[in-house]
C-alpha cells in the first residue's frame, strides 16, 4: 500500500487523502480505492507477477486505442509490480443482475437489456482488440493453443476430479483429452479472446453501458470460448430460452465485423467450447473450494454441475471422458435436495412419513379449477390474468406458454416474472415446512383466460423452480393442453 501511495504522489503531486482495501475473491492480486483531496477516485492495483501485470497494463493500452470500454493506466511504477488506473465505480453487471438470479433465473426486461448490451459488445472487443495487437506480451502465453486446453483439462483432473474420488482410466482419459484438444484447435475464426468474461468482470457506469475489467489472461483464440464463459457462468442460472437469444444477439454482432459460419454450424461448435470451459471452472472451483477453501467457489460447484448435467443430454465424440463426467454428475453430493434432520424436526399428530410430492397445474378458468385427487384441498391457487396476454396477438395464438416466442414475450413484458416472484416467496416457505413435517401432497394451480400461454408458462417455472431448489418430485399436468410430466425425485 505505500509503494501505491508514493506512485499516487508522483503522478497527482500529491499523497492520497484516503486509501480502502477492496475486497478480491479470486485473484493474488490486491485492489485499493484511493482517494484525493477533491474527493476524485483511482484504483490502485498490486500485483503478484510482474508479467501478468505487463500484460493487463499492455492489453489494456492498445484496447483503449481502439475506442473500447476499459479502464485508463493512468501510472505504473517501474518494476511494473503496481499501478493506478481509472476508478470503474462499485456497480458490477453480476450486482446488477442479482434480482434476476435470486428468483431462480427470471430476468427482468431490464436487467435483459443489460445483458444484450453486454454480449453485443463483446464482438468488439474481440475483433477490433485484436486488430494490431502485440499478442507476444500475454500472459502465460501468447495464444489459445493445445499446450492451453491440456492445461485447463489437467487442471479439471486433477483439483476437482481426483477430488471427488471417482476412480478413472487415465491413459483413456488422456486419449479423449488429445481428441477433444484438437478439436477445439481446429478454427480458424480467431481474435482477442478475453479469457474471463464474465458478469463479474463487466461494470456500469451510469447509463448503463458495460465497461470490461480483469482480461489480464487474454490472448489470441476463438471466438466461441468467451461466449460459453459469460453464458454458462454457474452462477448465473440463465435460462435455456434466454441463453439461445443472447447467442443470437452475438451471432447477430460479429456477423457485422467479421466472416462467421451459418448458425447451427456455430451452435454446434459452440457447444464443445461449453463443455471446455464447464471443466476449466470446475477444476478453478475445486482448487479455490477443496483445496485453498474458500466458501464462494464451494457453493459454485453445485450449479456448475448442473451446467454439466445438461451438457451431457447431448452426445460428444469422447465416449470415455463422457462416462466420467455422467459419474460425477450422479455422485450423491451432487443431487442437492435439501437435507432434513429427523432430530429437529417437530412432532405432532398432522406430521406425515413423507416423501413430498408437488403437483402443479395450468387451467383455464372457464372449464373450473382442477380437481384435488389427495383429498387435502387444492393448495394454492393463482389467478394469471392480471398480467400481459400474448394470446391476443396472432403470431402467438397457435403456441403455448412453453414455445420460446412466448417465453420471449412474457420475460421481455417482465410482468409475469413479478408475478412469479411473490408466487416463490410462497410456494418455497410451503415447501420447506411440508419437507420438514413430513408430509406426502402439496398442490399448485395456475389459471388464465384460455390455459394456454400465461398459466403453462407459470406452472411450469414454479414446478422446475421447487425441483431445481429441494429435489422433490414434482408432477406437472397442463390441463388444456393435454401435456403431463414428472420431473422425479433427487435421491439423498
Same mark, same amino acid.
Given at each position: 500500500?505505500?509503494?501505491?501511495?508514493?506512485?499516487?504522489?508522483?503522478?497527482?503531486?500529491?499523497?492520497?487523502?484516503?486509501?480502502?482495501?477492496?475486497?478480491?475473491?479470486?485473484?493474488?492480486?490486491?485492489?485499493?480505492?484511493?482517494?484525493?483531496?477533491?474527493?476524485?477516485?483511482?484504483? =490502485? %492495483?498490486?500485483?503478484?507477477?510482474?508479467?501478468?501485470?505487463?500484460? /493487463?497494463? +499492455?492489453? &489494456?493500452?492498445? $484496447?483503449? !486505442?481502439?475506442?473500447?470500454?476499459?479502464?485508463?493506466?493512468?501510472?505504473?511504477?517501474?518494476?511494473?509490480?503496481?499501478?493506478?488506473?481509472?476508478?470503474?465505480?462499485?456497480?458490477?453487471?453480476?450486482?446488477?443482475?442479482?434480482?434476476?438470479?435470486?428468483?431462480?433465473?427470471?430476468?427482468?426486461?431490464?436487467?435483459?437489456?443489460?445483458?444484450?448490451?453486454?454480449?453485443?459488445?463483446?464482438?468488439?472487443?474481440?475483433?477490433?482488440?485484436?486488430?494490431?495487437?502485440?499478442?507476444?506480451?500475454?500472459?502465460?502465453?501468447?495464444?489459445?493453443?493445445?499446450?492451453?486446453?491440456?492445461?485447463?483439462?489437467?487442471?479439471?483432473?486433477?483439483?476437482?476430479?481426483?477430488?471427488? =474420488? %471417482?476412480?478413472?482410466?487415465?491413459?483413456?482419459?488422456?486419449?479423449? /483429452?488429445? +481428441?477433444? &484438444?484438437?478439436? $477445439?484447435? !481446429?478454427?480458424?475464426?480467431?481474435?482477442?479472446?478475453?479469457?474471463?468474461?464474465?458478469?463479474?468482470?463487466?461494470?456500469?457506469?451510469?447509463?448503463?453501458?458495460?465497461?470490461?475489467?480483469?482480461?489480464?489472461?487474454?490472448?489470441?483464440?476463438?471466438?466461441?470460448?468467451?461466449?460459453?464463459?459469460?453464458?454458462?457462468?454457474?452462477?448465473?442460472?440463465?435460462?435455456?430460452?434466454?441463453?439461445?437469444?443472447?447467442?443470437?444477439?452475438?451471432?447477430?454482432?460479429?456477423?457485422?465485423?467479421?466472416?462467421?459460419?451459418?448458425?447451427?454450424?456455430?451452435?454446434?461448435?459452440?457447444?464443445?467450447?461449453?463443455?471446455?470451459?464447464?471443466?476449466?471452472?470446475?477444476?478453478?472451483? =475445486?482448487?479455490?473450494?477443496?483445496?485453498?477453501?474458500?466458501?464462494?467457489?464451494?457453493? +459454485?460447484?453445485?450449479?456448475?454441475?448442473?451446467?454439466?448435467?445438461?451438457?451431457?443430454?447431448?452426445?460428444?465424440?469422447?465416449?470415455?471422458?463422457?462416462?466420467?463426467?455422467?459419474?460425477?454428475?450422479?455422485?450423491?453430493?451432487?443431487?442437492?435436495?435439501?437435507?432434513?434432520?429427523?432430530?429437529?424436526?417437530?412432532?405432532?399428530?398432522?406430521?406425515?412419513?413423507?416423501?413430498?410430492?408437488?403437483?402443479?397445474?395450468?387451467?383455464?378458468?372457464?372449464?373450473?379449477?382442477?380437481?384435488?385427487?389427495?383429498?387435502?384441498?387444492?393448495?394454492?391457487?393463482?389467478?394469471?390474468?392480471?398480467?400481459?396476454?400474448?394470446?391476443?396477438?396472432?403470431?402467438?395464438?397457435?403456441?403455448?406458454?412453453?414455445?420460446?416466442?412466448?417465453?420471449?414475450?412474457?420475460?421481455?413484458?417482465?410482468?409475469?416474472?413479478?408475478?412469479?416472484?411473490?408466487?416463490?416467496?410462497?410456494?418455497?416457505?410451503?415447501?420447506?415446512?411440508?419437507?420438514?413435517?413430513?408430509?406426502?401432497?402439496?398442490?399448485?394451480?395456475?389459471?388464465?383466460?384460455?390455459?394456454?400461454?400465461?398459466?403453462?408458462?407459470?406452472?411450469?417455472?414454479?414446478?422446475?423452480?421447487?425441483?431445481?431448489?429441494?429435489?422433490?418430485?414434482?408432477?406437472?399436468?397442463?390441463?388444456?393442453?393435454?401435456?403431463?410430466?414428472?420431473?422425479?425425485?433427487?435421491?439423498?
Amino acid at each position: 500500500m505505500e509503494t501505491l501511495s508514493e506512485l499516487y504522489q508522483l503522478w497527482r503531486g500529491n499523497s492520497p487523502a484516503n486509501v480502502v482495501k477492496l475486497a478480491g475473491e479470486g485473484s493474488n492480486r490486491a485492489y485499493y480505492r484511493l482517494s484525493g483531496s477533491d474527493d476524485s477516485t483511482v484504483i =490502485g %492495483v498490486v500485483g503478484t507477477s510482474r508479467d501478468e501485470n505487463h500484460a /493487463f497494463i +499492455s492489453i &489494456a493500452r492498445h $484496447l483503449a !486505442s481502439k475506442g473500447l470500454n476499459v479502464p485508463t493506466i493512468l501510472a505504473v511504477s517501474d518494476d511494473e509490480m503496481c499501478y493506478l488506473q481509472s476508478d470503474l465505480g462499485n456497480v458490477s453487471l453480476f450486482a446488477a443482475l442479482k434480482d434476476g438470479r435470486e428468483k431462480g433465473g427470471l430476468y427482468s426486461a431490464e436487467e435483459q437489456a443489460l445483458l444484450v448490451h453486454t454480449i453485443r459488445e463483446l464482438p468488439r472487443l474481440q475483433v477490433l482488440g485484436a486488430e494490431g495487437m502485440d499478442f507476444s506480451v500475454c500472459y502465460p502465453q501468447p495464444e489459445f493453443d493445445k499446450q492451453g486446453v491440456f492445461f485447463d483439462l489437467n487442471y479439471f483432473k486433477y483439483c476437482f476430479l481426483k477430488a471427488t =474420488g %471417482v476412480d478413472f482410466h487415465e491413459c483413456l482419459l488422456e486419449e479423449d /483429452f488429445r +481428441s477433444f &484438444a484438437d478439436d $477445439l484447435n !481446429s478454427d480458424k475464426a480467431m481474435g482477442f479472446l478475453y479469457r474471463d468474461f464474465q458478469a463479474r468482470n463487466v461494470m456500469l457506469d451510469g447509463e448503463g453501458n458495460p465497461w470490461f475489467i480483469d482480461f489480464q489472461g487474454g490472448r489470441r483464440g476463438p471466438f466461441y470460448y468467451d461466449v460459453a464463459s459469460f453464458l454458462w457462468q454457474a452462477s448465473a442460472r440463465y435460462s435455456d430460452s434466454l441463453r439461445e437469444m443472447l447467442i443470437k444477439e452475438y451471432y447477430d454482432s460479429l456477423s457485422s465485423l467479421a466472416g462467421v459460419p451459418a448458425f447451427d454450424a456455430f451452435r454446434e461448435r459452440l457447444r464443445k467450447f461449453i463443455l471446455f470451459r464447464t471443466m476449466q471452472v470446475l477444476g478453478a472451483y =475445486g482448487f479455490r473450494g477443496y483445496f485453498e477453501r474458500k466458501q464462494h467457489f464451494i457453493a +459454485s460447484i453445485p450449479p456448475a454441475i448442473e451446467n454439466l448435467r445438461q451438457l451431457l443430454k447431448h452426445d460428444f465424440p469422447y465416449p470415455y471422458l463422457m462416462s466420467v463426467l455422467r459419474e460425477i454428475v450422479d455422485l450423491p453430493r451432487f443431487q442437492s435436495p435439501i437435507a432434513v434432520d429427523p432430530s429437529k424436526q417437530s412432532v405432532s399428530k398432522y406430521d406425515g412419513s413423507g416423501p413430498l410430492v408437488v403437483r402443479v397445474f395450468s387451467f383455464s378458468y372457464k372449464k373450473g379449477i382442477p380437481a384435488d385427487e389427495s383429498g387435502n384441498g387444492g393448495g394454492y391457487v393463482f389467478d394469471c390474468r392480471s398480467t400481459h396476454n400474448p394470446g391476443r396477438y396472432e403470431e402467438y395464438k397457435q403456441l403455448t406458454g412453453l414455445d420460446a416466442p412466448v417465453v420471449s414475450f412474457l420475460e421481455n413484458d417482465g410482468e409475469i416474472l413479478q408475478f412469479l416472484e411473490s408466487v416463490y416467496r410462497l410456494a418455497d416457505h410451503h415447501v420447506e415446512r411440508y419437507i420438514k413435517r413430513g408430509f406426502t401432497s402439496l398442490m399448485f394451480s395456475f389459471g388464465c383466460t384460455g390455459g394456454r400461454h400465461r398459466s403453462v408458462y407459470s406452472a411450469q417455472h414454479l414446478a422446475e423452480h421447487i425441483h431445481e431448489k429441494y429435489g422433490v418430485e414434482v408432477r406437472i399436468c397442463h390441463r388444456e393442453q393435454g401435456i403431463t410430466s414428472v420431473l422425479p425425485r433427487k435421491e439423498d
